[in-house]
């Protein structure tokens, strides 16, 4: 497969020989010459068919050809600005693999319903393959971040039996004669095991809530990636978050030139907004801040999408809001010590609205303020005897966080909703295809 040609590679063979292996995107005539824009899952080019230049049944095929058939095509490769690619193919010959049927998804305007309900198909579209592309880079860049920083990865469970955040969005099945399994929600308290073992950790995996929210910015089955950290306190935690950021989306950028150009998003925008040191205000004045810009809200009731949007339009960075209070938060949140009514924590709020990214907080380390909190929320007891067994050999502060995945896609691609930012998403109302 080493010596195969991909479209990608296209600049590499300018004035060679090569074959395409691939699918019709689209095509046109002009006169006597017609023109195939043809993609291979690398990329997209397009390829010039002139009589007396290619083989006759080329040309009698090229009349064959519906939108998505597959074929193999073999020309000459030519550098030409204009064309998709800056670089495009003079075709000898031609041949079908297989005529498709009439294509549901036409190069035109279409209702998201309907291209969710035809998601297997419209993968295959310019924006749609960009967006999964910096996807795949952005993994990458996440994965390349944690070992290059020393995180150690650790894989956690999907099926457990302690409610990693809150019990209102579980999803429950049966587990044999051992009761009810839940789905993660979050690897956090088992990455808080592994920190005595291994200082640095992290997960990667797919997480589960059962959201009742139809927001833009909510699936059911989501990515995340969590990061637990030995001696770490809530600010080094920040510092942690804004440095993997940074990192993650320069690399990103780096590595999607031409995806990033096929979403239309600026990239050097989105460089400028993590360069420079991220926004850093307490949950106290986020409200100030929010009810400056006449937001009803009350000091205690929980920052949403719509306040996150308020809060993001006022900084050219990320902005971390920090310490809200403990009873808006998860029950492992270490009390603040001299303000007991708030948590350690802090939430990221990504630019231009894209909402929050990242939650994180210090590790409550106090065994008895941990099961009062416990027994508070009405989570089951008993299931966490483990998890307090990490308070009594060598307790040590600790902090982690969460990053959700495709928040992060949706905002480095620049799409309004998340649910372009996953292959096959997961959505209250849908779980086809
Ligand atoms: O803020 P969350 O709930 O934090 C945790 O789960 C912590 N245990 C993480 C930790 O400290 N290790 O979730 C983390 C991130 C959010 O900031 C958000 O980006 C994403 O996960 N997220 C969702 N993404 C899509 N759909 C949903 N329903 C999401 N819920 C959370
Ligand atoms: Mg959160």
Known sequence: MKDRFYIRDAPEYAGESVTVRGWVYNKRSHGKVKFLILRDGTGFMQAVLVEGECTDEALDLF????????????????????????????????????????????????????????????????????????????????????????????????????????????????????????????????????????????????????????????????????????????????????????????????????????????????????????????YDEAIELLKSKDFKVEWGSDIGGAAETIISENYDTPVFVYNYPKKIKAFYMKEHPERTELSLCSDLIAPEGYGEIIGGSQREEDIDKLLARI??????????????????????????????????????CGIGHIREAIPFPRMIYRLNP
């Open 375 to 412: 027994r508070e929320e009405k989570l089951p007891e008993e299931a966490y005897g483990w998890y307090l067994d990490l308070r009594k050999f060598g307790s040590v502060p600790h902090s982690g966080f969460g990053l959700g995945v495709e928040r992060t896609v949706a905002w480095v």
């Open 63 to 282: 009349g064959d050809l519906t939108q998505e058939s597959s074929v193999i095509a073999s020309g000459t490769i030519r550098k030409e600005p204009r064309a998709i690619g800056g670089y495009e193919m003079s075709l000898d010959t031609l041949e079908v693999v297989h005529i498709a049927e009439d294509y549901p998804i036409q190069p035109k305007e279409h209702g998201p319903e309907f291209l969710l309900d035809n998601r297997h198909l419209w993968l295959r579209s310019r924006r749609q393959w960009a967006i999964l592309r910096v996807r795949d880079a952005l993994v990458f860049s996440i994965r390349e971040y944690m070992r290059e920083n020393g995180f150690v990865l650790i894989d956690t469970p999907i099926l457990t039996g302690s409610i990693g955040e809150e019990s209102g969005t579980l999803f429950k099945t049966e587990y044999f004669d051992q009761g009810v399994a839940y789905l993660a929600q979050t690897g956090q308290l088992y990455l808080e095991a592994a920190i005595f073992s291994h200082n640095k950790v992290f997960d990667f995996g797919p997480t589960f809530r059962a959201e009742k929210s139809k927001t833009r910015r909510h699936l059911t089955e989501f990515w995340m990636v969590d990061a637990e950290v030995a001696f770490c306190d809530n600010y080094e935690n920040m510092d942690i978050q804004e440095d993997f950021i940074r990192a993650i989306v320069r690399k990103t950028v780096e590595r999607c030139p031409e995806e990033l150009e096929i979403l239309e998003r600026d990239a050097e925008k989105l460089v400028s907004e993590v360069e420079r040191p991220f926004a850093r205000i307490t």
